[in-house]
């Protein structure tokens, strides 16, 4: 039955212009409403779901005309179809209805979902290849920290000569976190992905060569915060780049080629700290110049690259243009959801509304709490310093580096499993099994420290426990948090999200750096462990309260994952996760069940049940004022409201506009 109501005002609006003739410049509707920051009812929204197909299809067509697209008018009516309801593609009829070919690509995208287009996967580990910079400078100054303070006359035990030394290390994430990661976003705006990955990967190419011929400690550190920009620019732009590129099924595991670049890179930083170790004086130069190695078929690859527009790009980043066309106008719809709730601003407002528009700053705490995990869990007073725990264990300088390339051996080799694991068990499931088990290794590992270091166990436990460690932290916290942190922002505010978080890791990766050769004079190998061990169990209490998970959902749907309050993702998880674990772990009860938090929002749902249907006004392609409430619940549905005229078309208030239902 159906019945008239008052107009309201929708919870949310997927647009927030209208198109007219005369001018392209647009006004806001004031009546756009979103429901993206506050999703009480936890539902992951399709945003072209419950729209009249014959609408949907005039404005894809508009769409497209307005963007210059219309030769691919009939490609993209299937895509948006498609988009509209990806399970229901076999469904479709008229004319729109896809030919076998297109019905087979769909398929296999699910039985087959790393069979991709190898230029996605060129892509993707070309701009990753930047990481192992990172990686490479980490265990380069690792190995120079055994000769370089001497040579600079700082290598006392003076808290001056200690804290300097902190200082040079952590150069490079002073240099990333208080100014090349704020540099990516107007970057990224004035030059784009490619212009921004260059530009970083001239500064890795030729910073290390500079740090190499330095004179003195001054120089030395000078070279190594120019590095850090370089880092700070890559570190906030390539995730994100892979994360935009990347098919929701395997977005985490290609996305994670930052972390596999970075472990390999720790790898080969290792691998060359043995090769030149005793070569004399000028070791620890080579241990630190040869990190430009990674750099330079970085820098190639991104040079001989050329731009493509979206459509074509996506043409060739896809098995096929259905597609490419799917997934252009799904991104479409979900900018201007965001457009309508986030709206227009500067870099520096948008630097604030982190912290002030509820959606965004969920996913900043979020993105806060993985990147801050990363440093809380020890990984870094190994990178930085396992030749030295490793010295201060009892053995020589080059067992010391031995030692620490059969970390960064183990690092690397378990960092390949997460590529199936990250999307199969999810990034928050990772951390939650991986932290506990970090916490016991780093202190077994402190705990063998007290056996009498003349005994052959000594060293050799401390290294197995230290490696037992890599090998949990590798597919955990090593792939997570550039991985989470890439995908968490709306496209709005990806770029100063990303800064945000990459200047979080960075940060106290130097505070970590500058302060850990002070807290291991003060408390010994084993105090620091145990220190460490205790933040890996505040780590994991964190993650659980405030990581929502994300795996396999578009980046789409995470602005509803990310709309619901953090209140009720606490409550969610203190009264239904912790009951039903101890439940299912602990007593062992298979008939345990746990209630999901979140729900999707079927394509037909409201086909069982006799809408109520409200009166308002409408524009001439699509609903303005047209709300649809499901009887039972009266949650409300509302349509995508925004119409495409004419070639000559401009913005307009959809209140100058109106049509009688």
């Known amino acids: 039955m159906l019945e008239e109501v008052d107009i309201v005002t929708p919870p949310r609006k997927a647009s927030a212009y209208r198109y007219e003739g005369s001018t392209e410049k647009g006004r806001q509707d004031e009546k756009a409403r979103t429901n993206i920051n506050n999703n009480l009812s936890a539902k992951i929204s399709n945003p072209l779901a419950g729209i009249p197909r014959e609408h949907l299809l005039d404005q894809v067509t508009r769409f497209s005309e307005w963007h210059g697209l219309a030769e691919y008018v009939p490609l993209m009516r299937k895509g948006a179809l498609v988009a509209q309801d990806p399970a229901g593609f076999e469904d479709i009829q008229g004319p729109e209805a896809l030919n076998e070919e297109e019905i087979g690509v769909l398929r296999r995208e699910i039985t087959h979902k790393w069979k991709v287009p190898w230029l996605l996967y060129l892509t993707i580990v070309t701009c990753s290849i930047g990481a192992a910079v990172q990686g490479w400078d980490q265990e380069g100054s690792n190995g120079a920290n055994l000769s370089f303070p001497a040579q600079f006359g700082i290598g006392g035990d003076s808290d001056h000569d200690v804290l300097l030394v902190g200082l040079i290390n952590s150069a490079p994430y002073i240099g990333s976190a208080l100014i090349g990661c704020w540099l990516s976003d107007p970057l990224n705006n004035r030059f784009g992905r490619r212009g921004t990955i260059f530009i970083s990967a001239v500064f890795c190419l030729l910073t290390p060569i500079g740090g190499a011929l330095t004179r003195n400690w001054q120089q030395f550190l000078i070279s190594r915060i120019l590095l850090g920009v370089g880092m700070g620019i890559k570190a906030s732009t390539v995730p994100i780049f892979a994360a935009e590129n990347s098919p929701a099924s395997i977005r985490g595991a290609l996305v994670m080629s930052w972390q596999m670049w970075t472990a390999f890179g ?19 130069r080579l241990q630190v110049g040869s990190a430009f190695i990674p750099a330079v078929p970085l820098t190639l690859l991104i040079l001989f690259c050329r731009y493509q527009d979206a459509m074509k790009s996506l043409i060739r980043l896809r098995n096929h243009p259905v597609q490419a066309a799917r997934d252009l106008y799904a991104i479409q719809a979900q900018v201007e959801i965001e457009d309508a709730a986030l709206g227009d601003s500067s870099y520096f407002k948008r630097l604030i509304q982190l912290f002030t528009i509820p959606r965004v700053r969920r996913a900043t705490l979020a993105s806060f709490v993985v990147m ?29 580096l031995l030692a620490s390339w059969g970390f960064g051996l183990v690092n690397f080799l378990f960092a390949w499993p997460a590529i199936w694991t990250i999307d199969t068990f999810g990034r928050r499931s990772l951390l939650l099994f991986t932290f506990p088990n970090m916490a016991w290794s780093l202190l ?56 945000w978080a990459v200047a979080t890791c960075l940060f106290w990766a130097a505070v970590l750096s500058i302060s850990f050769p002070k807290t291991l004079a003060a408390t010994g190998v084993l105090g620091a462990f145990c220190l460490y061990a205790g933040f890996n169990i505040a780590a994991l209490i964190m993650i659980f309260l405030w990581m929502p998970e994300t795996k396999q959902r578009t980046l789409e749907e995470l602005d509803y994952v990310f709309a619901v309050p953090t209140s009720v993702f606490i409550k969610y998880n203190s009264t239904k996760v912790v009951p039903w674990w101890f439940k299912r772990h602990v007593l062992l009860r298979s008939d345990a069940t746990l209630e999901p938090l979140y729900h999707f929002d079927k394509p037909h749902d409201t086909a069982s049940t006799p809408p109520t249907i409200v009166r308002g006004s409408v524009t001439a392609t699509g609903a303005d004022a047209l709300i649809i409430f499901s009887q039972p619940e009266r949650e409300v549905v509302p349509l995508r409201r925004y119409s495409w005229q004419d ?15």
């Open 444 to 499: 077994a590992a402190g705990i063998c420290t007290l056996i009498p270091k003349q005994s052959s166990a000594h060293v050799g436990l401390v290294a197995l426990f230290i490696y037992i460690f890599a090998i949990f932290y590798s597919p955990g916290e090593g792939p997570v948090p550039f991985t989470y942190s890439a995908e968490v922002f709306p496209l709005s505010h990806r770029e100063v999200g990303m800064s």
């Open 266 to 284: 720790i790898f080969l930083g290792c691998s060359a700290n043995l090769a030149v170790g005793e070569v004399g004086r000028i070791a620890w």
């Open 647 to 661: 070639a000559n078309a401009r913005k307009r208030p959809a209140a100058e506009d109106k049509y009688f239902t």
């Open 372 to 400: 801050i995990g990363q440093q809380m869990c020890g990984i870094n007073i190994i990178a930085f310093y396992s030749s030295t725990v490793f010295k201060e264990a009892g053995t020589s300088d080059f067992n010391a």
